[in-house]
DNA sequence: CATGAATGAGACTTCATTCAT
DNA sequence: CATGAATGAAGTCTCATTCAT
């Protein structure tokens, strides 16, 4: 026994356990749960098919424990940030400033996390994406556009416009989903004048605020 | 020949095309590309295996075709918007409020279309959501307390604190994939300081535009 | 349609469905359910593993149907035998009788039929046979030598030792069975007394009888 | 060393190995021997598999060793009673008699034995009884009212119909398995009129032997 | 002799795809 | 072009057996 309470055995397994979910995630962040096969997680992390199995009973609950352990460390970051004593505004600032150590230490954690959190509603297909970025590309380069233009008319302030189009996006796409799955939560109307305002005006009381940030 | 320029054969085949298409929509954005079989998609258009294979080569080309497919209906909403001759802020508004109306008219497109836009990196796997939506749950839940807060205070204008949340959270979730998608686009700090920038005060030249909208 | 009221596709169905139980009565008779693959069946019936499958929805219901088959062999010989009208010492003489049909006509059906109505109760394992035949020989031999000698001492009737032995093994066995299945239907005690008696003494109700056997 | 001629080692190890048999008697009896893991052996007799391999080579040679004991359990009682010196009749009449004892001390001992001897032919799969006991107990039922109404209109003694129906269907499965698997032993008529003799007259010289047992 | 983590062959089952009708 | 029976590669999972400690 060692200090740590655990046996060396009990240790080794640990590690072992380790070894897997990081092989399970290298891959799973790479091409998705259906596209892996037990037979090369087991490759991949220098054990074989049956000591996997030791450890996890199905790949679905391997696969889960990677999610767990993804959102696990993604909560240890922003929980502690949100709970700090401090002014409403610096917490914002550091919760959006903690996703900088988020990106660069954890990139595949990360992507699983989200992967889960964002629309586990849909277990997606094989890579699409070179036929739909094209369209997508051109609605985004239309956006930005507007944007870029319209601040070059005073009409908008001077932003980033690739930022201000990946927003925009974002706000929408992920308040369709919220729409379309919770539809109980907000009404379609509301949801969207709210986005209308809060993408126009910020959060922020006063303009002089912007100094701070 | 008539005056679409197809036979009575051509057209018909348009159609059973679309039937497929119909069909496979509705189970994929359901059940996701990998636990929907073509067997299924046979049986739910009323056409045998054989024939879908005579309309798409595989059933990766048969997910491809759907996703094209419901790319070009979201475009054809949002692509005209942004290009008529318009004032910017009107075609910003009008391309918000657009989204109304794809959320009423076409759900499961939608679904299966962010679906593929999002994060085809990902092939999601099975519904680990219960496990995962506990941890996402809390954070939001404290973010939204932290608006709540600084909106009482003061701090933070008075806006709908759960739109506050899901769009803050919306935009750095996008923006952490586009970081580790395409790094070389913007730098992870010019990117953070623009967001927050953004998220504060909005793209509003002034507040007294926050009338119009 | 032709006069049996199946389709010609139906009738193919029906003939390779008896084609796939014929080659796996051959297998399952010979070495039993858990030491044939469906890859085997596969191969004796001519067809593929993925054939199979669409016949049979696993390997259990194949074996099921496999049984039921024989069941129903089984009974379409011997119930109507019971069924008809005549004297019980007939139907008795006949179903016994009818049993020689059975041998000749059924061998490996009936080796499956009966595997699972003696003793269901045991899934066994390898063929360890030659190692106990050795011991259940000796008890035999003996059995029959105490046969042998009490009728050369006039003590029994003679008839054959060999069968004599078998029968009251046969009866004991099967007592022993039933006995530790369903204790509740008759007590040991009981059971052991009247097996004495009818081994001892017969059915018939008087010697003059014999002769019409 | 003790008067047994073992060192207190032989003596532990030899414990071991009952220990483990009695185990495996457990389970193998309960389940048969394809359902029944090496783990699950290990498990239940307190020893790791590491161990059991040191007492047996294989799971198969574990199996064999039990099956022998229960061989020799079971031959211990019997053959002492054959071999004793004694009328014929009192042997056999002691040799049914013994069975008692059998079925009281020694249930799944005799279970796995049974299963052995009676058709080691067969491995048998899942438990398919419910669908085939139906077929056998309609059969059954009609023979014991067949011998039911027979007794009644004084054609056969009175014995009790259901160790009558019992035991001619145990003799006549036997006789069929035995024709099946050692055809030169007796030919199929022989063995059939033979059954009947013995079926309907018994074994006993006289009616008046009847009073001795 | 005891342990139990590790192994990997092999079992069952699914399903995208083909092709004769 | 329509059909759907047939195919067989590939996937998940089990378990008898080994071997380093």
Chains 1, 2, 3, 4 share one sequence.
Not at 104 to 122: G, T
Not at 130 to 155: C, H, W, Y
Not at 189 to 197: N, V
Request: hydrophobic share 40%; glycine share 4%.
């Amino acid at each position: 026994m060692t200090k740590t309470g655990l046996s060396r055995k009990e240790r080794e397994r640990l590690l072992h356990k380790e070894d897997i979910l990081t092989a399970a995630l290298k891959l799973f962040s790479d091409r998705g749960f259906h596209n892996v096969s037990m037979q090369e997680i087991a490759e991949q992390s220098e054990f074989s098919v049956g000591t996997l199995y030791k450890f996890f009973e199905s790949k679905e609950s391997l696969f889960a424990a990677l999610i767990r352990s993804c959102a696990n460390r993604v909560s240890d970051i922003l929980i502690p940030i949100l709970d700090e004593k401090a002014d409403e505004k610096q917490k914002i600032i550091s919760y959006i400033e903690s996703h900088k150590r988020i990106i660069e230490e954890y990139a595949s954690s990360i992507r699983l996390y989200l992967s889960q959190n964002l629309q586990s509603v849909l277990t997606l297909g094989p890579d699409v994406e070179p036929e739909t970025d094209a369209v997508r590309e051109v609605i985004r380069q239309k956006l930005s556009d507007v944007f870029e233009s319209g601040m070059r008319n005073g009409i908008f302030k001077s932003v980033d416009p690739w930022i201000t189009t990946l927003s925009l996006s974002a706000i929408l796409e992920s308040f369709i989903f919220s729409a379309i799955k919770s539809p109980e939560k907000i009404s379609i109307d509301d949801g969207i004048s709210r986005i209308k305002e809060l993408f126009f005006t910020g959060i922020a009381k006063s303009l002089s605020v912007q100094n701070d940030i």
